[in-house]
């Protein structure tokens, strides 16, 4: 993938006036002029290193913490439009994969760029079906976790033990080796994810179903008991593979920006993508929906809700659910979950928590702190009501963003290894502490 930004660009307009994109900063220190090119609307951060005061000086750098305006990569994979409330995989859009799609063939485009044709859709089922089963080993030590382990944590943990498993996945620059590395995260993160929820139940497990769809296997290991064969209802199957193809992929977010500084490593993919699913478990993060029925379970009633939303404004406490670094409008997945929701809610009766929720966001859609800041509902706002309306636990919710993630997660991480211009991620710092001082004998020390 050609993916250096190219040099400076002049650009001829209509009236032949040349144009040239590039940014000109004058250090007042020294009175010295420098011309940045800039391309893609950026400039590279190394072109700043050649301002300096002395010429011994390291010369300057940029500052951004949480990395609020700064580019890591170029990437092809994911589009978002913050303001206008885009969301696009590979150029499609999210509405139309939502309606049109399922989540193995969003996959599929996610990690190979294109949507797959009959063919090679039924060869990538064929692969990921034929690999949901996990070594017999690894129930040992999930059995070994306490009943009221955190689901997210025994996936994290199995996830990186798979790494022990596959000593082939260490090739990382060999494309097969990663295809195959692929079957066996997106076939086998519904297994653990399933026999981790199992387990907290005290239930025995239940082994995959190889006729049965992606979703509607989940289902099966999640929720049958005596029945000789499960059979996943069909509005529950679709609205489940709806809000996988939601949680896919959403660009440079927390996790995947661990995903890709932990995969510049070079470490195996099932060692990367365990750190992603960590990362994902935060509540500021994946671990939202699980944060946001707590929340409205706190509220408690609708007559509540101005009461906990003066607790928000007053920096008491946030509004979870609510709020994006990238959207600033509604976000679109937002608005396809909550048609999902009352589809779920038709089949298995309304959750009581959604009238507090819908409370919750027509006071914010109104009220000036959150229109001033441009805080609307997210992907997780919706999510949660809709789980624990399929039977899920609180918290099994983060781990069913995990999973779809995880095709995100590995098309990412494939971009990283195979752009020329990455190298292992090592940011620099502003160091502000002690200059130097000696070593003061124990005796000493006040
Ligand atoms: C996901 O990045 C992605 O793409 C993530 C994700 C994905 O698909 O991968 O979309 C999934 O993680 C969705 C977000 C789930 N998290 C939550 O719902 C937790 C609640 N939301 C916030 O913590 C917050 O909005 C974030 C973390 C989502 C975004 O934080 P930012 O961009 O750093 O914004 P900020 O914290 O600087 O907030 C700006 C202002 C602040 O107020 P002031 O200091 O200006 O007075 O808005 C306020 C914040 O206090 N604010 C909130 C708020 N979110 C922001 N106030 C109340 N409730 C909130 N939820």
């Given at each position: 993938m050609d993916s250096a930004l190219p040099t400076t660009q002049t650009k001829t307009s209509e009236t032949g006036t040349t144009r040239r994109d590039t940014v000109t900063i ?7 002029s420098y011309e940045l090119p800039i391309t893609h609307d950026a400039i590279r951060a190394m072109d700043l290193?050649q ?20 580019a890591?990569c170029i990437s092809r ?342 752009d020329p211009e ?25």
């Amino acid at each position: 993938m050609d993916s250096a930004l190219p040099t400076t660009q002049t650009k001829t307009s209509e009236t032949g006036t040349t144009r040239r994109d590039t940014v000109t900063i004058t250090d007042n220190r020294t009175g010295k002029s420098y011309e940045l090119p800039i391309t893609h609307d950026a400039i590279r951060a190394m072109d700043l290193r050649q301002i300096k005061v002395h010429p011994e000086d390291f010369g300057m750098m940029s500052y951004d913490p949480a990395f609020n305006n700064t580019a890591s990569c170029i990437s092809r994979i994911t589009y978002i439009d913050g303001d206008k409330g885009i969301l696009r995989y590979r150029g499609y859009s999210i509405e139309e994969l939502a309606e049109k799609s399922t989540y193995l063939e969003t996959a599929y485009l996610l990690l190979r760029g294109e949507l797959p044709t009959a063919a090679q859709l039924k060869d990538w089922q064929y692969n990921v079906t034929h690999h949901t089963f996990i070594h017999e080993s690894i129930k040992k030590f999930l059995d070994g976790f306490h009943y009221d382990a955190h689901p997210m944590g025994m996936v994290i943990s199995t996830i990186a033990a798979l790494s022990t498993f596959y000593n082939d996945a260490k090739d990382i620059f060999n494309e097969e080796s990663r295809r195959k590395q692929t079957y066996r995260l997106v076939g086998k993160m519904p297994t653990i994810a399933a026999f981790a929820y199992r387990h907290t139940l005290g239930m025995p497990y239940v082994y995959p179903d190889n006729d049965l769809s992606y979703p509607g296997n989940f289902l099966n290991m999640l929720f049958r008991t005596s029945e000789a064969r499960y059979r996943p209802n069909p509005t529950l199957e679709r609205a489940l593979d709806i809000l996988f193809i939601l949680h896919a992929d959403h660009e440079q977010n927390c996790s995947t920006n661990t995903v890709r500084g932990v995969g510049s490593s070079h470490v195996d993919p099932y060692s990367a993508t365990a750190a992603a699913i960590a990362a994902l478990y935060g509540p500021l993060h994946g671990g939202a929906n699980e944060e946001v029925v707590r929340m409205l379970h706190e509220i408690g009633s609708v007559q509540k809700v101005p009461e906990f939303i003066k607790r928000v404004k007053a920096g008491e406490t946030k509004l979870m659910g609510f709020g994006h670094r990238v959207y600033k409008n509604y976000d679109p997945r937002a608005r396809i979950i909550k048609r999902v929701a009352y589809e779920v809610f038709d089949l298995m009766g309304k959750n009581p928590l959604l009238e507090i929720a819908l409370e919750c966001e027509r006071i914010a859609l109104e009220d000036e702190y959150f229109v001033k800041r441009k805080l609307y509902p997210n992907v997780d706002f919706y999510t949660g009501l809709i789980y624990q309306s399929m039977g899920f636990p609180t918290t099994m919710f983060p781990v069913l963003f995990a999973i779809p993630r995880m095709s995100g997660w590995i098309a990412q991480w494939e971009e990283l290894l195979l752009d020329p211009e990455q190298k292992i991620a090592r940011p620099r710092q502003i160091y502000l502490g002690y200059d130097t001082r000696s070593y003061a004998p124990i005796e000493q020390r006040l």
